[in-house]
């Protein structure tokens, strides 16, 4: 079954408690990235990569590092988390294919950094 | 960027109505997709559905490029159609796996 798995569901931590968020897909994909739903601000784009070693910031990448070492994993790391990165988190993938496929989403990862 | 609203903010309906929910988009788009996000959060993929119509059940989506807007159509509503619905786009020019995502309907269907 196509799938983008996130691991963990939950968590919660404390400041500054170095945290990784785990993504994988099953697909193939080229393309990944993650996005994080606070109320009130919609989802929005932290970071993406259109393949194996090749990332770039989205809109809010402040507090947050990826790595795309292999192409079905791309890792979400908050090396020192803060109170402000409360949310819910999103990894998504998507084929790179001449014509736009569409994106299959992960289950989600709610974050509380207390 | 692209940017994207739907419409109504919020709907409520009695289980067994009908509704249509509004997304109207600034650009061209390669890529328009229709979410349910359910009470525990997860991001259900109803519609790729970047033009024409395609129908699931008793959902169906409706999108017309050229106007640049898309609809989804609930029809004998459930209970457990309700939750969050989202529309989110893939602008031409930023083809790349980025969605903007619109701020969302909430539905809410009552016994």
């Known amino acids: ?114 | 960027g692209i940017q994207v609203e739907q419409s109504p903010p919020d709907l409520i309906l009695q289980e067994g109505a009908n509704s249509t929910l509004r997304c109207n988009f600034s650009d061209s788009v390669n890529n328009l997709q229709w979410f349910h996000q359910n009470p525990w959060g997860q991001l259900i993929n109803l519609f790729y559905i970047p033009s024409g119509t395609k129908q699931n059940g008793r959902l169906s989506a409706t999108t017309v490029a050229t106007e640049r807007y898309s609809l989804l159509y609930i029809s004998s509503s459930q209970t457990t159609d309700s939750g969050v619905y989202f529309c989110a786009v893939e602008g031409e020019t930023d083809s790349w796996g980025k969605f903007q995502f619109g701020a969302g309907t909430q539905v809410v269907v009552t016994p």
């Open chain 1, 1 to 114: 079954e196509a799938q983008v798995t996130q691991n963990p569901r939950y968590l919660i931590t404390v400041t500054g408690k170095k945290l990784t968020v785990t993504c994988s897909q099953n697909m193939n994909h080229e393309y990944m990235s993650w996005y994080r739903q606070d109320p009130g601000l919609g989802l929005r784009q932290i970071y993406y990569s259109m393949n194996v070693e090749v990332t770039d910031k989205g809109d809010v990448p402040e507090g947050y590092k990826v790595s795309r070492k292999e192409k079905r994993n791309f890792p979400l790391i908050l090396e020192s988390p803060s109170p402000n990165q409360t949310s819910l988190y999103f990894c998504a993938s998507r084929a790179k294919t001449v014509v736009n496929t569409e994106a299959f989403f992960g289950q989600g990862t709610r974050l509380t950094v207390v």
